[in-house]
């Protein structure tokens, strides 16, 4: 059985959560016109109670963040889930949408630079070409748009927000595993959003969402929350945060072919030209080479090789 990091079976829940989260482009339009921080508090207000339950069925036991650990949580919530979609919903009034999903979309790179660093290792030359390579792909597939200063400014902060989400779950991953980091971050991000609904006098809007609004909020809270956070997490500690980082390249696929079939269009040529230069790259960076035999040590010289029969040799 294939157990080493990149294996189907660890890299198949980050894929599948990033098909989620490209499927939120398409249904969170009809939240356009809904008060932001208002469905965005029960959205993951939801979440953690779905979690929660499931965590209880699953019998995972959650614990209880200590010392640094409330820090990076913390900060996986204020950027990933809370200034994400204030980005992204403030961005799109000063950039075309597509400027948007290219700056987010280059999440890759980033993630392959940092993510290892994190983790106490070296930025791997083969993944950081292949992020390259799947930014490059899904840049042909969102396209390029309109935008002023504004508009990049928000771009850059949201590309930063989505790293965040990655990275800052790396120190906690261990301890927490993929459950506890969704629970802890999806509550404490229900909290911040509570309050800035509090402050902004929005809770007054709630009334006015109609059905089909509830019905995309109930989607973002169950699927694109609940279920693709683990998924997600549960790749990131299974591979890494750099390897996982080339599967962001999926979502503008996932959000294209979704949007297409919704009623969009069918994608031009360069949508189907960047959807096979994503594919290059993923497959690029995620094949796991087969290791080579193991190197045989030889002895220091000078170290005294003899052992006494019986004895294991010391550990250098």
């Not at 029960?42 to 979690?51: E, G, Q, W």
Request: charged share 10%; net charge positive.
């Amino acid at each position: 059985m294939n157990t080493s990091p990149g294996a189907p079976r660890d890299l198949a829940p980050g894929t599948i959560g990033m098909v989620l989260v490209g499927s939120s482009v398409t249904v969170s339009r009809s939240l356009v016109h809904a008060p932001l921080f208002a469905t965005q508090a029960v959205r993951y207000a939801a979440a953690t109670l779905l979690l929660l339950m499931f965590a209880r069925v699953a019998r995972v036991p959650i614990l209880r963040p200590r010392g640094r650990e409330w820090l990076w949580l913390a900060g996986i919530a204020a950027t990933g889930l809370v200034l994400f979609n204030v980005a992204v919903v403030r961005g799109v009034a000063h950039a075309e949408p597509a400027v948007i999903a290219v700056a987010v979309a280059s999440v890759p790179v980033l993630l392959g630079l940092l993510g290892p660093l994190l983790e106490g290792r070296r930025p791997s030359r083969r993944i950081l070409v292949a992020a390259v390579v799947v930014v490059a792909g899904a840049v042909l597939v969102e396209g390029t748009g309109r935008t002023d200063a504004a508009g990049v400014a928000w771009a850059a902060l949201a590309l930063a927000c989505e790293a965040a989400f990655t990275l800052l779950a790396v120190p906690v991953l261990r301890r927490h595993g993929p459950w506890g980091v969704s629970v802890h971050a999806v509550w404490l991000g229900a909290v911040m959003l509570g309050v800035l609904t509090l402050l902004t006098g929005r809770p007054a809007g709630l009334p006015a969402v109609g059905p089909v609004q509830w019905a995309a909020v109930g989607y973002l809270a169950v699927m694109v929350t609940a279920v693709a956070f683990l998924l997600w997490y549960r790749t990131v500690a299974a591979v890494g945060a750099g390897r996982a980082g080339l599967l962001t390249g999926v979502a503008p696929l996932a959000a294209a072919a979704i949007g297409a079939l919704s009623g969009g269009g069918m994608p031009g040529l360069p949508v189907w030209t960047g959807l096979i230069v994503v594919v290059a790259g993923l497959a690029g960076g995620l094949h796991s080479p087969q290791p080579g035999p193991p190197v045989r040590k030889e002895p220091r010289p000078g170290r005294d090789t003899h052992q006494p029969k019986g004895r294991a040799p010391a550990s250098p």
